[in-house]
């Protein structure tokens, strides 16, 4: 008897079937309306070649064929994306609605969008190439570094979440996030010129609010106190403000709805706020104590404290 033959398939199967029966909120059968995450990530992929065209496409792109280019990018994107917005807007309106004119009239506004979305990404471009020393050229931000692409998703989610599309622009996002390392929930607002250095670990939660000019290390937490209101809380302000020209360094967390970060703030690594800090205030950790054991034979210790930072206004 072969491995294969040992095992009971029709018993295995009953199984399986009866636990659909029982948890039916985890199968979809016969679900017309499903979103597809395949056409989701490709349209992701087709909106990257429109806002950063000749970067990415597999053949040269010349000035006598791109308006070609573009209108096939946006006769596909029409398709799949108005599409897709039917099935979302299915899964949670009523039937009778006129759901295909609205989603039709939604793909219509948000594409209109993409100029100013591409306006703002450029600013964000920009950011990353003078704010990093290694970056050798805007040409290598676009194409290699993960902040540009969990920022160009994350935008154009916003977008669509704006314009109260469901759940498409969640997996978006999240798609991102599997990528990068960076989660960014589709409801954050994000000013111009934001700049992620590096970028693993970093999380945006969904009513975050960021401005102009503002760089967040990895690591970094913009996040809610408690979600231990679960549903309750939905609409409700859980996350911080963070105002212009703020810098944040690696491994920070920022807690609460009502904590605003005033503009100016630099804040040092692996800072715990769940307050407001005042404009131009700089914050940092009090530095630990650090032991270094010598390798002798009397196994002498040696203490070495590195004395606080002056520059430091708050420490923590």
């Known amino acids: ?39 989701v990530v490709e349209l992701i992929d087709n909106l990257r070649d429109l806002i950063f065209a000749g970067f990415f496409s597999k053949k040269l792109l010349k000035k006598d064929s791109i308006e070609y280019y573009v209108g096939e990018l946006l006769e ?25 004119r609205e989603a039709a009239c939604i793909t219509n506004t948000f594409l209109s969008r993409v100029p100013e979305v591409r306006r703002v990404l450029a600013t964000d471009v920009e950011a990353f190439y003078d704010g990093d020393p290694a970056a ?38 999240e798609h991102a996030h599997s990528r990068t390392g960076i989660d960014i929930h589709p409801g954050a607002v994000i000013g111009h010129h934001f700049f992620i250095d590096h970028g693993t670990g970093i999380v945006i939660g969904e009513t975050t609010i960021i401005g102009n000019y503002v760089k967040i290390y990895q690591g970094v937490t913009l996040g809610g106190l408690s979600t231990r209101g679960g549903q309750a809380l939905r609409g409700v302000k859980r ?47 009090r530095n630990p104590e650090l032991k270094f054991k010598e390798d002798a034979p009397d196994t002498t210790v040696r203490n070495v404290e590195f004395a606080q930072e002056e520059f430091w206004d708050y420490v923590i």
Do not use: C
């Open 136 to 173: 050798y050229s805007t040409d290598e931000v676009i194409l290699s570094y993960p902040g540009i692409y969990a920022i160009m998703v994350s935008r154009l989610a916003h977008e669509l979440h704006l314009l109260g599309v469901p759940m498409i622009p969640r997996m978006m996002t």
């Open 76 to 100: 596909g994107l029409i398709y799949h994306l108005q599409k897709q917005i039917t099935r979302s807007l299915r899964n949670v309106k009523k039937e009778g609605l006129d759901i295909e």
């Open 1 to 39: 008897m072969s491995i294969q033959d040992s095992f009971n398939i029709h018993k295995l199967t009953d199984a399986i079937l009866a636990s659909y029966e029982e948890e039916e909120k985890i199968i979809k059968i016969e679900a017309k309306n499903q979103i597809s995450d395949t056409v």
């Open 239 to 285: 996350h911080p403000t963070i105002e212009d020209n703020v810098t944040i360094y690696s491994g920070t967390s920022i807690f609460g709805g009502n904590t605003v970060i005033g503009e100016g703030v630099v804040i040092g690594s692996n800072a715990f706020i769940t307050k407001s800090v005042p404009e131009k205030t700089r914050v940092s950790v």
